[in-house]
Nanobody
Framework: QVQLVESGGGLVQAGGSLRLSCVDSGRTFIPYGGRAWFRQAPGKEREFVAAITWNAATYYTDSVKGRFTISRDNAGSTVYLQMDSLKPEDTAVYYC??????????????WGQGTQVTVSS
């Protein structure tokens, strides 16, 4: 069973950077699947942020394009989210999950504890 653990969040000033990690403590990268980052801000629904597929294709929501970069290690067990030029509106709890290549915005597994990102103005 895939068990994903997020880390790397923190408090940062606007314009700063953070690097989030999502470690798969269960089995390795799902064949022909992908991994995605989602976030949930206070009082809002959880939303898709970025995804990387089995063949390294990447996708981003419009609000983070050019600022965030999703990547993974060679083994595919750890997925990263490099967040640059952070804005206060990026403040949220960030989660990772497995996704299908056919629909990268739909999470397939259970949610972990997430990691809090707070951007001060």
């Amino acid at each position: 069973q895939v068990q994903l653990v997020e880390s790397g969040g923190g408090l940062v000033q606007a314009g700063g950077s953070l690097r989030l990690s999502c470690v798969d403590s269960g089995r390795t990268f799902i064949p022909y699947g992908g991994r995605a980052w989602f976030r949930q801000a206070p009082g809002k629904e959880r939303e898709f942020v970025a995804a990387i597929t089995w063949n390294a294709a990447t996708y981003y929501t419009d609000s983070v394009k050019g600022r965030f970069t999703i990547s993974r290690d060679n083994a595919g067990s750890t997925v990263y989210l490099q967040m640059d030029s952070l804005k206060p509106e990026d403040t949220a709890v960030y989660y990772c999950n497995t996704v299908r290549t056919s629909n990268i915005k739909v999470p397939q597994g259970s949610w972990g504890q997430g990691t809090q990102v707070t951007v001060s103005s």
